[in-house]
T-cell receptor, first 116, second 114 residues
Framework: GAVVSQHPSWVICKSGTSVKIECRSL??????MFWYRQFPKQSLMLMAT?????????EQGVEKDKFLINHASLTLSTLTVTSAHPEDSSFYIC????????????FGEGSRLTVL | AQSVTQLGSHVSVSEGALVLLRCNYS??????LFWYVQYPNQGLQLLLK??????LVKGINGFEAEFKKSETSFHLTKPSAHMSDAAEYFC????????????FGSGTRLSIRP
């Protein structure tokens, strides 16, 4: 199957700093990527839909100024957590669609963010 | 609106025993249904999916699921559990075959006893 890679896998930062997480589709082009947040022992919650070349679409309740998403190319989407606080600590997962209507959805390995 | 409900946040079975993970869905349109597996600190891997073809869907690692419209269920089964099956399992529903805008259930943690 297709490969989606996230970097970094683990990141620890101080409160108030910004952290960038990358999501790359390694062997296919993805016009659409998704970002999810997962709290311990809970399910994945969709945060936003990232579309190449246009602004991301955020789910209700997700602060777009807090979680900046950029999809600058067909193989890369980035999530930047700005002015991170301890409550932003979580497991962030991305996924990418291989095609719009009949494509498959492939997930990255996830990135664990810990804000001190 | 669409939703899925997974009954039982934790299921424990003995190695070699039947695995049954329950999932019920709610959807105002014909649903596309998915089962994903997540190992610790990893992303999700697709086990199988129902896309309105055969109601009995076979997936990877010996898992299968049956779509029952009358019961609005899509339970996941495996005849004989293996230690390597221990993981978190998510049932999910989508309006599209490609699983965009997918909605996940709360997850079921499967433990395997030696």
């Amino acid at each position: 199957g297709a490969v989606v890679s996230q970097h970094p896998s683990w990141v620890i930062c101080k409160s108030g700093t910004s952290v960038k997480i990358e999501c790359r589709s390694l062997d296919f082009q993805a016009t659409t990527m998704f970002w999810y947040r997962q709290f311990p022992k809970q399910s994945l919650m969709l945060m936003a839909t990232s579309n190449e070349g246009s602004k991301a679409t955020y789910e209700q309740g997700v602060e777009k100024d807090k979680f900046l998403i950029n999809h600058a190319s067909l193989t890369l989407s980035t999530l930047t957590v700005t002015s991170a606080h301890p409550e932003d600590s979580s497991f962030y997962i991305c996924s990418a669609l291989t095609g719009e209507n009949t494509g498959e959805l492939f997930f990255g390995e996830g990135s664990r963010l810990t804000v001190l | 609106a669409q939703s899925v409900t997974q009954l039982g946040s934790h299921v424990s079975v003995s190695e070699g025993a039947l695995v049954l993970l329950r999932c019920n869905y709610s959807s105002s349109v014909p649903p596309y249904l998915f089962w994903y597996v997540q190992y610790p600190n990893q992303g999700l891997q697709l086990l199988l999916k129902y896309t309105s073809a055969a109601t009995l869907v076979k997936g990877i690692n010996g898992f299968e699921a049956e779509f029952k419209k009358s019961e609005t269920s899509f339970h996941l089964t495996k005849p004989s559990a293996h230690m390597s099956d221990a993981a978190e399992y998510f049932c999910a529903v989508s309006r599209s075959r490609s699983a965009s805008k997918i909605i996940f259930g709360s997850g079921t943690r499967l433990s395997i006893r030696p």
